[in-house]
C-alpha cells in the first residue's frame, strides 16, 4: 500500500473524486504544507496556518499506478486557478501535490510537464509540486462529509 496527497480545493469534494476510485483502499481529508501544529478547520480558514486543505489517498499500486491518480487529478479541477476553485478562494484551496517519495516527485513533475504540454489549458498550471509534510487529519464530521449527505453541501457548494 501507498499514500498519495492531493490539495485541489473543498477537500470534500477532492475526497469524493478519489474515493470511488478502483484501487484506492482509503481516503481521509485533512490539512497538510503549514506550520500550525494539530490545527483545526477554522484556523485553516483564516489562511493564517499555511495549511492546504488536502486528500490523503491510501492506495494499491497493483491496481492503480500513482500516474492514474496524478492523471485524474488534473481532471478533476482547474490546476489554473491561483488559491482558489469554485467558490472557494483563499491558500487553504490552493492546487499542490505533495509527494512521499522521490519516485512521486518525478511523476509529479513529468506529469505536470505532459498536462502543461496538453493545451487543455488556456492559462499557465499554477499547481505546487512539494515533499508531502505531516498530514493532520481534519475533524470527524468532515470525514466523507459529501457521502454522508448523500451528494449535498449546502450553500457551500456551487
Known amino acids: 500500500m501507498e499514500k498519495a ?7 470534500w469534494h477532492v475526497e469524493e473524486e478519489f474515493r470511488s476510485l ?7 481529508v485533512g490539512y497538510c504544507g503549514g506550520t500550525t501544529e494539530n490545527p483545526s478547520y477554522g484556523e485553516v480558514c483564516s489562511q493564517m496556518t499555511g495549511h492546504a486543505e488536502v486528500v490523503e489517498v491510501t492506495f494499491d499500486p497493483g491496481t492503480v499506478s500513482y500516474a492514474a491518480l496524478l492523471q485524474h487529478f488534473w481532471s478533476c479541477h482547474d490546476p ?7 467558490p472557494d478562494f483563499g491558500t487553504n484551496y490552493r ?12 511523476a509529479a513533475e ?16 499554477v499547481t505546487e509540486i512539494r515533499s508531502a ?8 464530521y468532515h470525514q466523507q462529509y459529501l ?12
Open 133 to 140: 509534510a505531516t498530514f493532520w487529519r481534519a475533524e470527524e
Open 110 to 125: 513529468r506529469s505536470l510537464a505532459e498536462e502543461e504540454a496538453s493545451g487543455r489549458h488556456r492559462r499557465p498550471i
Open 80 to 86: 489554473t486557478q491561483l488559491n482558489r476553485q469554485g
Open 22 to 28: 478502483d484501487g484506492v483502499l482509503a481516503t481521509a
Open 5 to 11: 496527497t492531493f490539495g485541489a480545493g473543498c477537500f
Open 147 to 158: 457521502a454522508k449527505r448523500n451528494g449535498g453541501c449546502g450553500s457551500h457548494c456551487p
Open 95 to 106: 492546487s499542490v501535490i505533495f509527494c512521499h517519495s522521490v519516485e512521486q516527485r518525478q
